[in-house]
């Protein structure tokens, strides 16, 4: 008996192995059955229109659909007032459409996302201030911690801190706009896709932070990062959305002006593509960062810039906690030959 029983056993392994590794195909031609066995990824004489039709499930990870503002065509150069213009000229020049767009949560992904390739990452990184509204501990405490981080991040040899924003969602949440602020507050949240440099703008900052020749004369390469966080407990209602750099097009990005009382910046705003891929990271929290590139003076091989916008997670609670974060922006340099930078070197803008 226990003979037997083990051939038996043996016997039905065999059978299970040759129905896993070879599929039998059964159809019906000219009336009477037939059968033919398929070897590894053979494709079955007939079925080419039902492989189109038909194929594997793809795996959907955790995401929202979500309105971003994308900026119409235009034939003008936009530009945004960040304060009422005189003479009853428009605040802005330019009109936005607004599309539903799948967001997905960056926390999901298995290989983590890079500065360097989708032009962001998220990191661990508590800081030592408590207060935000402590104009002086952010200038001495958060700085020096944030070109801590972005050298740590960006592999560069030196950083230099060079503006912050505090920002807070309005009360009642009204659509999002430009930012601009409210009755000489913090600024809003910024629902419109931006990038905060463009190929010009982000040439001119390396002299802007650096005034030193000699400092000047050992930059290989420079990079702009911003930095981005809670502070005010998990974001529920209207996180940073960001553009993953390798869905991005030139034609993409327009040039656009952003007009200040004493000076006027240059921005890229971004023109609708259906390949743009967007991510977030849910319930970011006080202990973390984001950092995200918005330029680079290597032209290939690296992400340049990384478009981003604040958005409304839909279903949002009425009693969830408004928004409330720190951006801070930093420049990068690299030096000759000390740099821990490890992408193929490629020439660079600017130098």
């Not at 003479?87 to 298995?110: H, K, L």
């Amino acid at each position: 008996m226990h003979k037997a029983h083990a051939s038996g056993a043996k016997n039905s392994l065999e059978r299970l192995h040759t129905s896993v590794c070879n599929t039998r195909v059964v159809d019906a031609f000219e009336g009477s059955m037939r059968s033919h066995v398929l070897r590894r990824n053979e494709i079955p004489s007939g079925q080419p229109a039902l492989l189109r039709r038909y194929g594997p499930a793809a795996a959907q990870l955790p995401s929202v659909v979500a309105g971003l503002a994308y900026l119409k065509p235009t034939s003008e150069r936009p530009y945004h007032y960040t304060y009422e213009p005189e003479n009853g000229a428009p605040w802005q020049n330019c009109e936005y459409d607004v599309r539903a767009m799948r967001i997905t949560d960056a926390r999901s992904f298995s290989a983590r996302p890079l500065v360097h390739r989708e032009g962001f990452e998220l990191w661990d990184a508590p800081s030592a201030v408590t207060d935000y509204g402590d104009e002086r501990a952010i200038t001495k405490t958060y700085y020096e911690e944030m070109a801590d981080l972005a050298c740590a991040v960006t592999g560069a040899t030196h950083a230099y801190v060079f503006d912050h924003l505090v920002r807070k969602r309005e009360p009642g949440r009204p659509a999002l706009t430009f930012g601009r602020r409210g009755d000489g507050g913090k600024a809003a949240a910024n629902g419109r896709i931006h990038n905060d440099y463009t190929e010009e703008s982000g040439c001119k900052r390396l002299g802007l932070v650096l005034k030193d020749a000699g400092a000047l004369a050992t930059v290989e390469r420079y990079c702009i990062v911003n930095i981005w966080r809670s502070i005010k407990g998990p974001i529920l209602d209207t996180p940073l959305a960001v553009c993953d750099s390798q869905t991005l097009s030139a034609t993409d990005l327009v040039s656009s002006e952003v007009r200040y009382p004493t000076r006027t910046g240059e921005i890229y705003l971004l023109t609708h593509s259906p390949l743009h891929r967007w991510s977030y990271f849910s319930a970011m929290d006080r202990h973390e960062a984001l950092i995200f590139k918005q330029y680079d003076s290597q032209v290939s091989g690296v992400a340049r810039y990384t478009p981003h916008a604040a958005f409304d997670l839909p279903n949002t609670p009425p009693d969830a906690p408004l928004r409330e974060s720190i951006e801070i922006r930093c420049l990068v340099v690299y030096e000759f030959g000390i740099s821990t930078w490890t992408t193929a070197k490629k020439p660079c803008r600017c130098l």
